[in-house]
């Protein structure tokens, strides 16, 4: 009776079956019916034949419709935001009953000015007068997904090790308090290496900060989720300290609370020449993720921190250290969202920073993790996506007054929608999976939050 | 859960009254002590001369009890070793193999309170009102304490809420606009519970229904709802703010006679309705939850939910009555925002007080007396960085704000004991 | 009130789980269930219990035809269950989980636990049950859980009461003092449905027995029916549990344990000063109801318990306080309890599972990187090897049924280099074909010199595999006797009672 939604297509009784079998209890029964659905599964292929028709329904009822799916959703519902606060809708809707052809065109302009603007924005200005300026917008698009796919990264990263980490904001603040430091503080260093310091600082802050919640949840089963929140606000006071302190991060002869500029010999270089804000973060970002998708899927660390992710009980049996692996997950994890600090503090904000720097990456890199579904280069995808919307978001605030907030909105349905598979497919009355998802993807499985962790 | 409580059980028998003894560990007395070094260092390495003066009184009292004022270092030096006293009973009890007795704690945790306050004002040209201490910290922990019995709700039944962020703000935001429409509080205020109820809704919706993972639908509603609320305030909101962001707020009700007693009075007995409201709150929740019909089932549900089923109790519905019930309470405290504390709403106006009233639930164990006083705590600590900026303090503000953070982490870190949250908390439960 | 099931079916695709079962339970009779595990007697009751929709068929309660949406409704009707994995609420008070669902209120919903203390003390008095009504669950001993249960049911006024495999958890006395309850209710009138697949109980307590196999109903029996005649019916085909070994050449390897400790967190022993040697070449089968401390001692074996004192050797080095790396890689292969709890995991491919702990090194790990070729040709050598159905090596081991899960484990552990192997349930919940190939393997290992520790709960399994038998009650041992000893004198063992002189050994 739970999880039945009207338009929902009934699964395979026999996997039905399964689901609701007590292994425990009934040993025997849940064993005839998985032979029986081994056997049935054979039939299948040979009876079907025609491939592609099979081919074609396992595309359609494979996750990626769904995130298709989601997208496409949450736009829909940004579209029907953007009309209902439109002045000259909500004019043209007084006299709807006289011309509703007025509020339909004022409807179709809001909508039309609006998404040609994120276009314009993210991707291509074909109103723009000269080549670097009509590829511009990409170039800022891809900017953006640096430190999106970097913290994403990192979300994922600890998502398949069965660690939630909801520390980004505190892991970039760090970083880019470490990055920032050596960065403007450290003079004489010629430009690679003053620049590789920068970057090695950086990152290890991020690495450590998110390394404290990885201690605490070892050592004393302090759950994660609630630390790495915890640590955010503990990481944006500190920072905040910093930065209106004379002598520690305030910039010298300043009041505000912001840095100095970073040293030109500490920036990352512009990647495809000074006229494009792109710069060589996007490719540390890049080699990140071919990192990421070496660790987890084809090194001896990332299998372990597998293990422990999906079955940590069984991980400990087989001798792996599930304590020092706990740590190493958020140390790497809070590596990597580190490294989107460093970008935002050697490439893009350069010119000293706030306790903002961190520019809400850190809770975005949860939805680019699971828009990516945990997988690298899904991240990458996910984060160029998000990093579209971002640059795209601000055109439109700019040229059409719609508040980039909308950005906002649309990311977090998407996410959402893609948390429930069923719901989009009972939406656009897709079939749904035969085969039983076992618990979802890791970072869509529900695992106990508090209950997990007691000595 | 079941299957490890009958092996533990099955195997001594006389493991039967074991967890009535359960295990002391020198934690506690190690931490006091830790923290007295801290403030003894304090002193140490900054010294601070002169005098501190504690108002007490304010003018309408019954009578006028004396502006006290204190030699600072001499007091902050008494503290410390009231402070001392406790860190030794608490090893002797610890040797003995029993706690810290709870009024220790409490005696540890005033003494050095006093001691640091008398620190932090010492020669500071005005008076440190502890009236405005106080009753500050009531206003201030409202949100928070309405919020985290929401939050103990929800995890009672098994539902981790990480949303109550943005059922505050979702709530703020809904007050602020139909308050000012009705031009009526009450209006508001129930306006503000009906938008919390959604969110809890939609909360309930995935995390229920759809059993995806309840961080996740959690963390993601709450940036749902900021968006939702910053667009629709920059849209809808700042052009006519006249008509539908200038708020009517709930007035002071002074209770006649009582507001009068001198420090008591004013800190609890001038109040908004909402406050008061808060404090029956507090008792109806526990006394629901404890003594009533809906509450046991409620436990039932985040504790075993497939024994709750096989009694005949609907744990789906179970779930969404307590996650909506939830809802509403967390919505007084997002309504605190725009009809009783400012008149109107601002972009992201509750700035992590949902974080904080989370905090505030592991730190109380699930308990919604204990949880409230955990947000007390945190409220005060929240005022204590405004008062001490009054008066000139030495101790940066930042570190004052990340107290409530710090004092979580440590609390999450086993230092407070170590609590046990209900068994299926975030636990979707899926019937055979 | 009579119970009569008429022609229940329950299908699951394509496997029919009950098929046409009738059964007619009198009041005042106790009616024994009794099949193999899976045979489908779970599934039957819980169609009785509303837990299941049947798809076919009628229950019938004083031949009123009924209709149970859940558990709810059969309650109301008057059917009350004591499930084998208890329905209690560990941190409520048994009051409390007394009146559960079924709560009576003052005014307002407000709980009156008074009444409900009221009906545990009236109920226990009746029984001889020595319950305190504000004892929390979580404290209290499995055999008073188990009574808590059936007040539980009891005070909803059950006129028909089943027991789910209710002797799975106690020890004989434990389950003789339940047999005394029950035929108790039976004399008060009360349809009783026992479930086992335990054939002494069903002799001893039973009036009428329905045997299951395969989902069908297969016959009736008396009590007075000998075990022989029972077992056949139960399974259908003479039953023969002998593993064939030679006569153990012992080696002078050995695994030696001396007084070894484990407590739980809160300071309870575990395991109470266990000492024993195993020689290579023989295997010692650790025998007791559950819960008496074998599984502790498994997993000190392994390292798996920090707060294990006392010695363990093997082959003269010692192991406590190591790493369960460092007494991996002294060659100690483990096969746990509960596989897909400890043993596997379940997202993982067979393959993956294969090399679970062996990823510290060649061949299967170089400089950090996992070797995938050396990997998947080990795994397919080895699925042939251990004749594991699959279809393919990147299956996830979670998919296969639980006997070729098992066999996955054992291919991982037997494969590596063995210095000890230690066994746990090794043939729980495994079909039984796989059960021979899991005990030839086993013997197998003995026979190349290894020592060998298996613990069964089943003492024919025991009989059947061990050279030695160790009995554990309380987490200590009672004896350790030879595999001829006769099975009454290791029944009273595994209630305490050491063979011959001492009496209570624990």
Redesign the interface.
């Known amino acids: 009776?739970?999880?039945q939604?009207p338009g929902r297509e009934p699964e395979n009784p026999l996997d039905q079956a399964l689901?609701?079998v007590?292994a425990a209890a009934e040993p025997g029964l849940a064993e005839e019916l998985e032979q029986e659905r081994a056997r049935e599964r054979e039939a299948a292929v040979e009876e079907t034949g025609v491939r592609w028709a099979d081919a074609f329904r396992r595309i359609v009822s494979g996750g990626w419709v769904v995130s298709v799916g989601a997208i496409v959703l949450a736009v829909l519902v940004g579209s029907i935001?953007i009309v209902f606060?439109d002045?000259r809708v909500q004019e043209t809707a007084g006299y709807f009953f006289a011309r509703p052809g007025d509020m339909l065109a004022a409807a179709a302009d809001a909508v039309g000015g609006a998404y040609s603007a994120l276009f314009r924005g993210s991707v291509y200005n074909y109103q723009a007068d000269t080549l670097t300026l009509a590829i511009r917008p990409l170039t800022q698009t891809l900017t953006n997904a640096g430190p999106l796919v970097a913290a994403g990264l990192g979300v994922a990263l600890a998502f398949r090790a069965g660690l939630?980490n909801?520390g980004g904001q505190g892991q970039i603040l760090m970083a880019a308090a470490g990055a920032g430091w050596v960065g403007f503080g450290l003079t004489g260093v010629p430009f690679p290496l003053h620049l590789l310091l920068a970057l090695v600082a950086g990152i290890l802050a991020g690495a450590l900060w998110a390394g404290i919640a990885g201690i605490?949840k070892a050592?004393?089963?302090?759950?994660e989720?609630?630390?790495t929140?915890?640590?955010n606000?503990?990481a944006f006071?500190?920072i905040?300290?910093l930065l209106?302190?004379p002598g520690l991060l305030q910039a010298p002869g300043s009041a505000n609370p912001q840095t100095p500029r970073t040293q030109e010999s500490a920036i990352l270089p512009r990647l495809v020449g000074e006229r494009f804000p792109l710069h060589w973060g996007f490719v540390l970002s890049l080699l990140a993720v071919v990192l990421v998708w070496w660790l987890l899927n084809r090194s001896s660390i990332g299998f372990s921190f597998r293990a422990v992710g999906e079955n940590p009980k069984a991980a400990r049996v087989a001798g792996i250290d599930v304590p020092r692996t706990t740590v190493s997950v958020m140390l790497v994890a809070g590596a990597l969202v580190g490294l989107a600090g460093v970008q935002q503090v050697l490439g893009t904000i350069t010119t000293g920073f706030g306790s903002d720097i961190d520019a809400g990456i850190g809770?975005d890199a949860?939805?680019v993790a699971?828009l990516g579904r945990s997988n690298p280069w899904g991240v990458l995808g996910a984060g160029i996506l998000f990093g579209g919307f971002k640059a795209g978001g601000s055109a439109m605030q700019a040229g059409e007054g719609?508040?980039i907030?909308?950005?906002?909105?649309v990311?977090?349905?998407i996410?959402?929608f893609i948390?429930?598979p069923?719901?989009v497919r009972a939406i656009f009355r897709l079939p749904q999976p035969v085969t039983r998802q076992r618990r979802g993807t890791p970072?869509?499985?529900?695992?106990?939050?508090?209950?997990e962790g007691?000595? | 859960?079941?299957?490890t409580?009958?092996?533990?059980?099955?195997?001594?028998?006389?493991?039967?009254?074991?967890?009535?003894?359960?295990?002391v560990t020198p934690k506690a007395a190690i931490a006091l002590g830790v923290v007295l070094a801290l403030y003894a260092l304090l002193l140490l390495l900054a010294p601070h001369e002169g005098d501190a003066r504690f108002r007490l009184s304010t003018e309408r009292d019954l009578f006028v009890l004396p502006t006290l004022e204190v030699p600072a270092l001499a007091t902050a030096w008494v503290c410390a070793a009231i402070g001392l006293a406790v860190v030794a009973l608490a090893v002797v009890r610890n040797l003995g193999g029993r706690r810290v007795p709870l009024w220790g704690t409490v005696l540890y945790a005033a003494a050095l309170l006093v001691g640091f306050l008398a620190w932090a004002a010492a020669g500071s040209p005005r008076d440190l009102s502890v009236v405005g201490l106080l009753s500050g910290a009531v206003v201030l922990c409202v949100p928070i304490v309405y919020g985290a019995l929401g939050g103990v709700i929800g995890e009672r039944a098994g539902v981790?809420n990480?949303a109550i962020e943005g059922q505050l703000l979702a709530g703020a935001f809904t007050a602020a606009i139909v308050g000012s429409l009705t031009n009526s509080p009450w209006a508001g205020l129930l306006a503000a519970m009906v938008a919390s109820v959604l969110v809890a809704l939609?909360l309930g919706l995935?995390a229920?229904?759809?059993?995806?993972?309840?961080?996740?639908?959690g963390?993601?509603?709450n940036?749902?709802v900021?968006?939702?609320t910053?667009?629709?305030y920059?849209?809808?909101l700042v052009?006519s703010a006249e008509v539908l962001n200038t708020t009517t707020r709930f007035a002071r009700i002074p209770i006649p006679f009582l507001e009068r007693i001198p420090l008591l009075g004013p800190v609890l007995f001038n109040q908004t309705i909402v406050v008061y409201l808060m404090f029956v709150m507090v008792f109806a929740v526990w006394f629901a939850l404890y003594?009533?019909?809906?509450g046991?089932?409620v436990?039932?549900v985040g504790?075993?939910p497939?024994?709750?089923?096989?009694?005949?109790?609907?744990?789906?519905r179970t779930r969404y009555r307590a996650v909506v019930t939830a809802g509403a309470v967390a919505g007084i405290g997002g309504a605190f925002y725009t009809v009783v504390s400012i008149n109107q709403f601002n972009r992201e106006m509750t700035a992590?007080a949902g974080?904080i009233a989370?905090?505030a639930v592991?730190f109380g164990k699930w308990n919604p007396v204990r949880a409230a006083l955990a947000g007390l705590l945190f409220g005060f600590a929240t005022n204590l960085q405004n008062v001490l900026s009054v008066v000139g303090s030495p101790v940066?503000s930042?570190?004052m704000?990340?107290l409530p953070?710090?004092v979580?982490?440590l609390a999450?870190?086993?230092l407070v004991g170590?609590s046990?949250?209900p068994?299926?908390?975030?636990?979707?439960?899926?019937?055979? | 009130m009579r119970l009569e099931l008429r022609g229940i079916t329950k299908r699951f695709g394509a496997l029919v789980a009950n098929d046409h079962i009738d059964l007619v339970v009198e009041p005042g009779e106790i009616h024994s269930l009794l099949g193999e595990n899976g045979a489908g007697k779970s599934t039957l009751m819980?169609v009785l219990?509303g837990?299941?929709t049947a798809d076919e068929g009628q229950i019938l309660l004083d031949d009123e035809v009924q209709r149970f949406d859940?558990?709810?409704?059969a309650?109301?009707a008057g059917i009350g269950?004591v499930?084998q994995?208890?329905?209690?609420?560990?941190?409520?008070t048994v009051a409390?989980?007394v009146?559960?669902?079924?709560?009576s209120?003052r005014a307002?919903?407000?709980?009156d636990l008074d009444s409900a203390r009221e009906v545990v003390r009236e109920i226990s008095a009746r029984f001889g049950f020595h319950v305190d009504p504000d004892a929390?669950?979580?404290?209290?001993?499995?055999g008073v859980?188990q009574r808590v249960e059936i007040i539980?049911a009891l005070s909803r006024n059950a006129d028909v009461l089943v027991l789910d495999e209710p002797t799975a958890?106690l020890t004989p006395q434990e389950t003789d003092e339940l047999m005394g309850i029950m035929r108790q209710l039976r004399d008060e009138g009360v349809a009783i449905v026992f479930i086992t697949h335990k054939l002494r109980e069903v002799r001893a307590v039973a009036d009428r027995i329905t045997v299951i196999r395969h989902g069908r109903v297969v016959g009736e029996a008396s009590p007075t029916a000998t075990d022989a005649e029972l077992a056949s019916l139960m399974v259908g085909r003479a039953v023969e549990l002998t593993v064939h070994k030679e006569t153990p050449r012992l080696g002078d390897n050995a695994l030696e344990v001396r007084d070894l400790v484990v407590t739980?967190?809160?300071?309870?022993?575990?395991v109470?000063g266990v000492s024993f040697t195993v020689r290579g070449g023989e295997v010692l089968v650790v025998a007791g109801?559950?819960?008496?401390?074998q599984?502790?001692l498994t997993e000190a074996l392994l390292g798996l318990h920090e707060s294990a004192r006392g010695s363990i050797r093997l082959d003269g080095h010692e192991i406590v306080g190591r790493s369960v790396r460092r007494i991996l890689d002294a060659g100690v292969g483990f096969v746990p309890e509960d596989r897909t709890e400890d043993g596997l995991v379940a997202e993982f491919t067979i393959a993956e599972n294969l090399i679970l702990n062996r990823t510290d090194g060649p061949p299967f790990v170089r400089g950090g990187s996992l070797q995938l070729d050396a990997r998947d040709d080990f795994a397919r050598e080895k699925v042939a090897e251990f004749d594991v159905r699959t279809q393919g090596i990147d299956v996830p081991v979670g998919r296969l049924s639980g006997g070729n899960q098992q066999k996955v484990v054992l291919a991982r552990e037997l494969s590596r280099d063995l210095r000890l192997l230690v066994a746990a349930q090794p043939t729980r919940g495994v079909d039984v074909g796989s059960i021979e190939f899991i005990h030839k393997r086993i013997v197998a290992t003995r026979d190349a010199g290894i020592p060998v520790v298996v613990v069964s709960t089943e003492l024919d399994e025991a009989v059947a595999l061990a050279d030695r038998i160790m009995v554990m009650y309380?987490?200590k041992v009672v004896g350790i006797v030879p595999s001829t000893t006769p099975r009454d004198v290791l029944g009273l063992m595994m209630a305490g009672i050491a063979p011959e002189t001492e009496g209570e050994a624990a």
């Open positions: 009776m739970s999880g939604t689901e609701s007590d935001m606060t002045e939630f909801i605490l050592r004393t089963g302090a759950h989720v609630i630390v929140i915890m640590l606000y503990v006071y500190l905040s300290y209106a302190t809770f949860i939805t699971l719609i508040p907030e909308i950005v906002l909105v990311q977090s349905l996410v959402l948390a429930a069923p719901l970072p869509v499985r529900s695992t106990a939050t508090t209950t007691q000595a | 859960m079941t299957a409580t009958v092996d533990g059980a099955t195997a001594p028998q006389a493991a039967a009254p074991s967890r009535a003894v359960s295990t981790v990480i939609v995935f229920i229904t759809y059993k995806v993972n309840q961080i996740i639908v963390v993601v509603l940036v749902l900021i968006g939702l910053s667009f629709l920059s849209q809808v052009p003594r009533t019909r809906w046991l089932r436990r039932a504790e075993h497939k024994a709750a089923d096989t009694v005949g109790i609907d744990v789906v992590g974080f989370l905090a592991i940066p930042q570190f704000l990340m953070y710090v979580t982490l999450v870190a086993g170590r046990r949250p068994a299926a908390d975030g636990v979707p439960y899926t019937k055979e | 819980n219990y837990l299941y859940g558990p709810g409704d309650m109301a269950m499930h994995h208890f329905m209690l609420v560990p941190v409520f409390e989980n009146m559960l669902g079924h709560e209120t307002g919903g407000v709980l929390l669950v979580e404290d209290l001993p499995v859980q539980k958890v739980s967190p809160d300071g309870q022993p575990l109470d109801v559950q819960g008496n401390g599984t502790e309380r987490g």
